[in-house]
């Protein structure tokens, strides 16, 4: 039988590993890719289906080009399991994903998934979790034109989740 104080610590790791998480979704849903690169191991691997596999740096330099190009992008956590081992853990998020882009016949088209992340965690030296490994998996994906005027999205300076929310975890940029 696991301590009270080994238990404390297990899920303390795991809530680290759930924020984690959130961030990766905070940083695409708010064009943050300073955030985005201080989330992975300098290791680390990100498949993403068939949109790009290979070495997480990769992948964020193909993101910092994508994400200008999309007019809302949302990450919708929902289920999320957590298996710590020490520093290393293993989760399944399941996550329903939608984005809006230009079609490139002057029009807007939507792009809905549902979408499950197996990653592989790492505590790093400065002990903080990291993602060492991430293989995205689309259950469905679905696109089509977008038929509402959609909004625009915020400036940086002007979203309302960084100008009223003050906490240094609404603040854009690389997490120490």
């Not at 955030?35 to 993101?63: C, K």
């Not at 996550?95 to 939507?110: E, N, T």
């Not at 060492?132 to 909004?151: G, I, K």
Request: with cysteine.
């Amino acid at each position: 039988m696991a301590s009270r104080d080994d238990a404390l610590s297990h899920l303390l790791d795991k809530e680290a590993i759930r924020e984690l998480v959130l961030l990766y979704a905070r940083g695409v849903d708010r064009n943050d890719i300073d955030l985005l690169r201080s989330l992975y191991t300098d290791d680390a691997v990100d498949n993403h289906a068939d949109t790009y596999r290979g070495p997480a740096a990769g992948f964020l330099d193909f993101m910092a080009r994508a994400m200008p190009r999309m007019l809302y992008s949302g990450h919708h956590i929902c289920n999320h399991l957590i298996a710590v081992d020490g520093d290393d853990a293993q989760g399944e998020v399941y996550c329903i994903g939608c984005d809006v882009q230009p079609d490139g016949a002057g029009g807007l088209r939507q792009h809905m998934m549902a979408v499950r992340y197996i990653d592989r965690y790492r505590r790093c030296t400065d002990g903080k979790w990291r993602f060492a490994h991430r293989e995205v998996n689309y259950d469905f994906r679905n696109l089509l034109p977008m038929t509402m005027p959609l909004s625009p999205r915020p400036a940086p300076q002007d979203d309302p989740s960084m100008t009223i929310l003050s906490d240094r975890l609404f603040a854009r940029g690389a997490r120490d």
